[in-house]
């Protein structure tokens, strides 16, 4: 068995927004605790900003115009020096496309006029 698995994580961002991610959230370790893992960063994403904070999670900054999808690479590594990479994938949405409906189209009352 593998000590550390360090699972892919996939999060939608609003264009122009900054979002924490818990990329640890998803993660497993069979010896120690994630409670002491730190979290590297070995690239940059294709288009936004990230940053690796001190409690694990990933505070990521979408560019204002940006659309489509960006992606990163996370490394996660546990107190016993064990080490896996991850990739997060970001949706990027614009700001008019951020708002969903609560009631799908195909779902709404017929209105008699």
């Known amino acids: 068995t593998t000590p550390l698995i360090a699972l892919d994580d996939v ?7 900054t979002r924490t991610i818990a990329v640890l959230a998803n993660d497993r370790v069979f010896q120690g605790t994630l409670a002491t893992a730190q979290v590297q960063l070995p690239t940059e994403p294709i288009t936004g900003t990230a940053v690796a904070e001190a409690d694990g999670t990933i505070t990521y900054s979408a560019p204002p115009t940006a659309t489509g999808e960006d992606a990163f690479e996370y490394i996660v590594c546990s ?8 990739t997060v994938l970001v949706t990027l949405l614009s700001p008019a496309n951020a708002a969903t409906d609560l009631i799908p189209q195909s779902y709404l009352p017929f209105v008699q006029r």
């Not at 107190?79 to 991850?86: H, K, T, V």
């Open 11 to 17: 999060v939608t961002a609003t264009a122009g927004s």
């Open 79 to 86: 107190g016993e020096d064990l080490c896996e990479s991850a």
